[in-house]
Nanobody
């Protein structure tokens, strides 16, 4: 499975961006899809995830109320709508896929497949 993330760019604080993640083939029905981010000098951290089969989604506290994760069955993509962006949201954003678990999946180690990352830069 190959994941391709896109949609990053430069935006001013308070602005919006929409990231997309497409799969090379149709595996999404069996996976939980997640978004992570990694800022310079920091570890990769959980942002949001959605369980494909049920649509159940959850978020890191730092983005709750500002970011929305969604899936599109027809297009086989998962998106991350990011609103009210802050300079501290600046990072490389990665999409990932992992076999679904009962608990919420917020650890890097719980995901099996990763996209190449897309850079989001928020200027103050």
């Amino acid at each position: 499975v190959q994941l391709q993330a896109s949609g990053g760019g430069l935006v001013q604080a308070g602005g919006s961006l929409r990231l997309s993640c497409a799969a090379s083939r149709r595996p999404f029905g069996r996976y939980t899809m997640g978004w992570f981010r990694q800022a310079p000098g920091k570890e990769r951290e959980f942002v949001a995830a959605v369980k494909w089969s049920s649509g159940f989604s959850y978020y890191a506290d730092s983005v709750k109320g500002r970011f929305t994760i969604s899936r599109d069955n027809a297009k086989n993509t998962v998106s991350l709508q990011m609103n009210s962006l802050k300079p501290e949201d600046t990072a490389v954003y990665y999409c990932a896929a992992g076999s679904p678990m009962e608990a919420m999946m917020k650890l890097v180690s719980e995901y099996d497949y990763w996209g190449q990352g897309t850079l989001v830069t928020v200027s103050s």
